[in-house]
């Protein structure tokens, strides 16, 4: 069993950044490839970026890809997020997600666990 517990959402400006973090309870954390997915008000759920077990492969999607990095910590069963140049749709609820197997991918079938979440607010 893998406890995620999101934090470092908030209010900020166009432009501005933030860092999400993600800390995984259990000794397994290793095992599982990590990653985290949003859903903004009145849409689906939509992936944001992931990464391998060792840290070796990171995949973003588009919409992010050059203003998001996604690391983890397997020393302190950590996965973070740092968010470059806010949009205000980026406005979202933000889930840490844990997958078992090597990659994550960019799709939630096949995720185990699921964080509750934390909300970015992006103004204008």
């Known amino acids: 069993q893998v406890q995620l517990v999101e934090s470092g959402g908030g209010l900020v400006q166009a432009g501005g950044s933030l860092r999400l973090s993600c800390a995984a309870s259990g000794r397994t954390f290793s095992s599982y490839a990590m990653g985290w997915f949003r859903q903004a008000p009145g849409k689906e759920r939509e992936f944001v970026a992931g990464?391998?077990?060792?840290?070796?492969?990171?995949t973003y999607a588009d919409s992010v890809k050059g203003r998001f990095t996604i690391s983890r910590d397997n020393a302190k069963n950590t996965v973070s997020l740092q968010m470059n140049t806010l949009k205000p749709e980026d406005t979202a609820v933000y889930y840490c997600a844990a997958k078992g197997g090597i990659f994550f991918g960019t799709r939630e079938d096949g995720v185990n666990y699921w964080g509750k979440g934390t909300l970015v607010t992006v103004s204008s």
């Open positions: 990464i391998s077990r060792s840290a070796g492969i990171t």
